[in-house]
């Protein structure tokens, strides 16, 4: 079992950037694909980014690509969520999940939420125009 604790959200101005973290606790970090997800008020929870449990595959939603980088250190157990070019519809309570992998080959990246084994308590990151 994996513990998610998220960190690093908060009010920004349109334009602006925001560097999100989730740090995990417990079973080993590298046996985990990680991804980002996003809920905005009255919406369905919604994929954002993904990453192989190497770091060399990254996966992101058309709505953020060019505009955020999802990254991680194995040695921190460390997922990170850079976002720039804030837009007002970025605003939502932000969740990284863990992907347990079952063979480090051949065992891609999702973007699936039920694929996702646990999830973070979420931060919330609200973008002003």
């Known amino acids: 079992q994996v513990q998610l604790v998220e960190s690093g959200g908060g009010l920004v101005q349109a334009g602006g950037s925001l560097r999100l973290s989730c740090a995990a606790s417990g079973r080993a970090f590298s046996n985990y694909h990680m991804g980002w997800f996003r809920q905005a008020p009255g919406k369905e929870r919604e994929f954002v980014a993904a990453i192989s449990w190497s770091g060399g595959s990254t996966r992101y939603a058309d709505s953020v690509k060019d505009r955020f980088t999802i990254s991680r250190d194995n040695a921190k157990n460390t997922v990170y969520l850079q976002m720039s070019s804030l837009k007002p519809e970025d605003t939502a309570v932000y969740y990284c999940?863990?992907?347990?992998?079952?063979?480090?080959?051949?065992?891609?990246?999702?973007?699936?939420?039920?694929?996702?084994?646990?999830w973070g308590q979420g931060t919330q990151v609200t973008v002003s125009s």
């Open positions: 999940a863990a992907d347990e992998v079952p063979a480090k080959i051949g065992y891609s990246v999702k973007e699936v939420l039920d694929e996702y084994d646990y």
